[in-house]
């Protein structure tokens, strides 16, 4: 605990930790200074010069050094001139005065000049309503200017940033809050100031323009609407939007956001999510929200849903009762009941996959998770201790990032990871190729694909590297599958556990493990007792198959032939996919929009979420479904509150046995406060008032034994002088079916490639941006070739979702 | 009282009807045949204006229907190209809608209007056989253009309408 520093702020007795600003301790005790570059996540800038405060620190004297007292009272002494409130750090004895009249005229001043050369057309912006600079001008403003309305400057309209983000140039301040988060907090210097004087500007300074995957936090915290998004562009004002709390579906971070929605002519009258925003949390992503979160909800508008179920009727899908479709789904999943398998992702909420692990436990059957990962049962025995939270990792602490690149899969992790090593944490980037985390970790350790265990257990010997991470105060490992299929993932995440338990780094808070999933809620899913297959080929052929979430046959040709052998196809998704096409029947679920459940992250946060937009059509929620047809079979289980399968959930599954539903709803105090009618501050934020979730405790918090599961390790393989080996990598924008409805980042997401080091190129005979033909295991696929020299000769990095169906390292054959 | 007291008392109130029957000027119309102008501020069904060169005013702000206090209008806006331009400037109305059932002739939308679009006109004659046909929507709202040239949307020269609220003038006292 740092000092505690005590002062006054208009009479009112403030004590705050010793190098707290002016500003931030008048926030904590309900004093608004007026603010525009001041940020509270962002370091001072004193830009706007809009927190003019009169300050008055004790009188010193000179010869001894002791505070001189005057009738009792140490003598206070002000500065003639104001002082800037964001800059300015308290001090003991500090006497800050923010509503004087020679206060409030300096802020009223700068207000002036700040408007001097905005255009004032808030009707048309779509800031207008939630606009700091409306709000502190309404509030500490002039009501008349005494500049020359001719003289403002003007610029075009508008221009791109990038394909996601808006400037118009006039209404910007130069508060440059949207230069220093891109500096300071996500690491990516790509925007800029141009020009002088009243010409000056933001450009972006990368190609593609405003390359960041962070780049819609500036809209949020930017005081005018010079930075807006595209996607929202006109889209409603800020007044007429509702708002309800959710959970990010897009990667295992799990991520607050608030859905704002509306009811809206161009979608036919419907209530429709019109942007997301996000909600603070600060144990989760702090006010932040990547541009995947933000921008690829309009999936669930998409003209693609199922809305009826449906029944294959002379080889083609007919529109059936839910009875019909239910009766005849139980009918084949009852026939033969070891025939009976339950493939689902982790797209869906833990109610659902309790339910349908139920289902498959009661009749008989086999509950198989659609996943390339493994180790959420190593996750449960050793993941991060209740109460981490990554924000307050920093000196002493140490990080591990093994087989992952987090920018990729997991956009506000790579950033908190990044600030914790700003902060002073020890950041160990394990990786065989380079990542963008690289340039922040203290130690990056370049394995050869297939050494990932190997690079692991080597931390048992000593090393500069083992030490560091041995002696670290406390010690996270975030494990992905870059890389790695199943098989190599699995026994990666039991080396992890396995050194984990070795240097003690396990059972405390911001101590363990972390799996970086491909989905949302692969954690939940094998918490609930869901597992990946090895063979799924195997596992499906033949049998009576109920895909949950998932999309086997457009993600693999090899799945497709094997689902063309199975007896019987019910699939169960929100959208038309290859998969539903080859359905035999098929069920419409409904969104996470329309519906409440819970998510549990890969940090073991179960996080609620509510509904947000009426259902589409017939959809049900998956447990609903799940419950229907258990009915038709002769199971019950239950199909109508959320709230009551989530209690069956917490009697039966160890790991939960602490939550209540209603716990998952409580929040307390969170800093920065923002989200409140001074959006100056904070920005657009939400502030969190439907629940900040609650960490599962790991067994090794709970006190009891931790077996670390051996998984028995199949032969890596390596490249080989003559032989190519295909990689997995993951890349965020791919082309999943959440993410291509999204108009924006469509663009972002490119042609399907295979990266390539220039060696290996000449010894193939290939060059940069040429065709070519990738083949292996009986998987053929066309990409373009890309050169990347950071990686290892004898490989071919194949991104996952682009295309070329790769689960695992491959040797592969390229034409 | 006399006999003839209520005798008198009825001529003299005839003889009052008589001469204003004779004198005075008629006040009735015969509606709906002849109509009676109505008041220079008075507030009819609203009207959407245009600009002289046929532009529409309206940019969808939604300032009116923030400021309606019966919520009887609905606005949705989208963006203006010069190759299909409804208004000046970036944004248009591409919904605009007022429930006449809910509305209450106040003209706080009159107010609040930046561009000054939405005006309360002189139209008194609102009857309407079902619900639906009470919402008037954008094309009925719009005053008509006198040529056909002057139709929105249009294409416009590019570059030239580039501001949404006309600019402001400095104060000239």
Known sequence: ?815 | MGVFDPIIELSRGLGETLRSFLREPTVTVSYPEEKRTVRPRYRGRHVLKRYDNGLEKCIGCSLCAAACPADAIFVEASENTDEKRFSPGERYASTYEINMLRCIYCGFCEDACPTEAIVLGDNYELSFTDRKQAIYTKDSLLEPVPTADMLTPRKTEAGVFKRSVPEMKDPTD
């Open chain 1, 1 to 815: 605990m740092s000092k505690q520093v005590n002062l006054t702020i208009d009479g009112k007795p403030v004590s705050v930790p010793e190098g707290t600003l002016i500003v931030d301790a008048a926030k904590t005790v309900g004093i608004d200074i007026p603010v525009f570059c001041h940020h509270p996540k962002l370091e001072p800038a004193g830009m706007c010069r809009a927190c003019l405060v009169e300050v008055g620190r004790p009188m010193l004297d000179r010869a001894t050094g002791q505070v001189v007292m005057e009738n009792g009272q140490p003598k206070v002494q002000f500065m003639p001139k104001l002082e800037t409130a964001c800059t300015n750090r308290v001090s003991e004895g500090m006497v800050v005065m923010t509503t004087t009249t020679k206060a409030l005229d300096g802020q009223k001043g700068t207000v002036e000049f700040l408007l001097t050369s905005h255009p004032l057309d808030c009707p048309t912006c779509d800031k207008g309503g939630e606009c700091p600079l409306q709000n502190l001008t309404m509030q500490f403003g002039p009501s008349q200017s005494r500049f020359i309305y001719d003289e403002k400057a003007h610029f075009e309209k508008h221009v791109a940033l990038g394909e996601l983000i808006w400037l118009d140039r006039e209404r910007c301040i130069q508060c440059a809050r949207c230069i220093r988060f891109q500096d300071e907090v996500a690491g990516e210097a790509v925007l800029g100031f141009d020009e002088r004087g009243r010409n000056t500007h933001i450009i972006s300074l990368s190609d593609p323009g405003f390359d960041s995957v962070f780049s819609g936090n500036t809209t949020d915290i930017c005081p005018v609407g010079a930075l807006t998004t595209a996607d929202f562009r006109f889209g409603a004002r800020a007044w007429e939007l509702k708002a309800q709390a959710s959970i990010c579906t897009q990667c295992p971070v799990g991520c607050n956001t608030t859905l704002n929605t509306r009811r809206e002519a161009k979608a036919g009258g419907d209530v429709v999510v019109k942007r997301v925003m996000p909600r603070q949390n600060e144990e989760v992503n702090e006010i932040w929200l990547c541009d995947k979160g933000r921008f690829a909800y309009h999936f669930t508008e998409s003209k693609k849903r199922l809305t009826k179920p449906m029944i294959r009727k002379d080889e083609k899908l007919a529109r059936a009762s839910w009875d019909a479709a239910t009766k005849l789904a139980a009918e084949n999943f009852s026939k033969d009941k070891k025939d009976f398998v339950v493939l689902a992702s982790g797209r869906l909420a833990n109610e659902d996959l309790f339910n349908l692990k139920s289902l498959a436990d009661t009749a008989g059957g086999t509950a198989i998770l659609y996943s390339d990962m493994g180790g959420g049962d190593v996750t449960a025995m050793v993941g991060v201790g209740q109460g981490t939270n990554i924000g307050k990792m920093g000196k002493g602490d140490a990080i591990l990032v093994v087989a992952s690149d987090l920018y990729e899969e997991a956009p506000i992790w790579w950033l908190r990871v990044k600030q914790a090593a700003d902060r002073g944490a020890t950041l160990i980037v394990a990786n065989a190729r380079e990542t963008k985390l690289d340039r922040f970790a203290k130690f990056v350790i370049r394995y050869s694909y297939g050494d990932e265990v190997k690079t692991i257990n080597d931390f048992s010997n000593k090393s500069k590297i083992s030490d560091a991470f041995a002696k670290a105060k406390n010690a996270v490992i975030f494990y992905g599958n870059d890389g790695l299929g199943l098989n190599g993932s699995s026994v990666l995440a039991s080396a992890c556990g396995e050194l984990l338990k070795e240097t003690d780094h396990v059972g405390k808070p911001n101590n363990g493990l972390v799996g970086v999933w491909q989905k949302a809620n692969d954690q939940g899913a094998w918490e609930v007792g869901f597992r990946p297959e090895a063979d799924l080929e195997k596992a499906l052929k033949g049998k009576a198959v109920y895909i949950v979430g998932a999309d086997p046959v457009g993600d693999s040709p090899l799945l497709a032939k094997a689902l063309n052998g199975a007896k019987f196809v019910a699939v169960q998704d929100i959208l038309e996919t290859a998969t539903t096409e080859i359905a035999d029947v098929v069920f419409p679920a409904q969104a996470y929009t329309e519906r409440e459940g819970s998510f549990t992250s890969g940090e073991r946060r179960v996080q609620r979420f509510y509904p947000a937009v009426p259902v589409k059509g017939d959809a049900k929620p998956d447990y609903a479904i799940a419950s229907q047809i258990a009915k038709q079979m002769g199971i019950i289980l239950e199909g109508s509150s959320v709230r009551v399968v989530f209690d069956l959930l917490v009697n039966s599954v160890e790991s939960f046995a602490e939550l209540t539903y209603e716990k998952l709803a409580e929040v307390h105090g969170q800093w920065p406060i923002v989200g409140r009618g001074d959006l100056y501050y904070g920005g657009t934020t939400y502030e969190n008032t439907m629940g900040l979730g609650a960490q599962l405790p790991p067994v090794a918090q709970n006190g009891k034994a931790v077996h670390i599961p051996k998984v028995r390790k199949e032969a890596a393989l390596r490249p080989k002088e003559k032989e190519l080996l295909a990689v997995p990598v993951n890349k965020l924008y791919d082309l999943g079916v959440t993410v291509n409805p999204s108009q924006g980042l469509k663009q972002r997401v490119g042609e399907s490639f295979i990266a390539l080091h220039s060696d290996t190129a000449e010894k193939l005979g290939v060059e940069a941006g040429a065709q070519v033909k990738i083949s292996f295991d009986g998987v053929n696929g066309e990409a373009i070739v890309k050169i990347d020299d950071t990686i290892s000769t004898g490989v071919a990095l194949v991104p996952r979702s682009m295309g070329i169906a790769i689960r695992e390292p491959v040797v592969a054959k390229i034409k």
